[in-house]
């Protein structure tokens, strides 16, 4: 188990890496269709190597550059594919986001099937989720970037896997980020 959770955490492999920094910069760039296919890919390659909570990540935000480039089909099967990860990992905080964002996301842009479908596959499932707790107002966190130092994913604190009160991993690339004080 601790061989397992060790790997769990280990940084990406350069060439995936490479993949996550010139994905974030085509989205940066407003390029969304250039972005999805290499989140796509870095998807694939973390279920490849038994990184099923990186897989998840990866394919919602392959999900967000195909809404955005309006590849309604594309979209979908990640969504799906983050939807279901998320939930068999039980990620219930990152699910119910994710699951609100993105069938915004698709209605917003056209694809009203596509999020009806989502709703009637995953919305009973989404709604039947633990509300997340309270923050913890004993533990204050100092001040993250908005996205890792490395790679460039977005950071949101509130769903940061914290190491410890001043630590987070980005979920994207496994860097340790220090907030500020």
């Known amino acids: 188990m601790l061989r397992s959770m060790r ?11 490479a993949l996550l920094v010139q994905a974030n910069r085509a989205v940066a760039g407003g390029k969304p269709g250039e972005a999805a296919p290499l989140f796509a890919q870095l998807a694939r390659n973390m279920e490849a190597n038994q990184h099923p909570r990186r897989a998840a990540n990866f394919h919602a935000m392959a999900a967000h550059a195909f809404a955005d480039s309006q590849s309604e089909a594309a979209a979908t099967e990640h969504a799906r594919a983050a939807l279901q990860l998320f939930l068999q990992y039980q990620m219930n905080q990152r699910t119910a986001t994710f699951f609100t964002n993105i069938t915004r996301k698709m209605n917003d842009r056209g694809m009203k099937g596509a999020a ?41 604190g509130n769903e940061a896997n914290w190491v410890d ?10 860097v340790l980020i220090r907030s500020g004080q």
């Not at 533990?139 to 950071?155: F, M, Q, R, Y």
């Open 7 to 17: 790997f769990q955490n280990r940084p990406l492999n350069p060439a995936n890496m």
């Open 116 to 156: 009806d479908q989502l709703e009637k596959d995953f919305g009973g499932q989404v709604k039947k989720l633990p509300a997340a707790p309270a923050a913890d107002k004993t533990v204050p966190h100092g001040i993250l970037p908005t996205n890792c130092t490395k790679c460039g994913a977005p950071i949101h």
């Open 165 to 174: 009160e001043n630590t987070i991993e980005c979920e994207y690339c496994g």
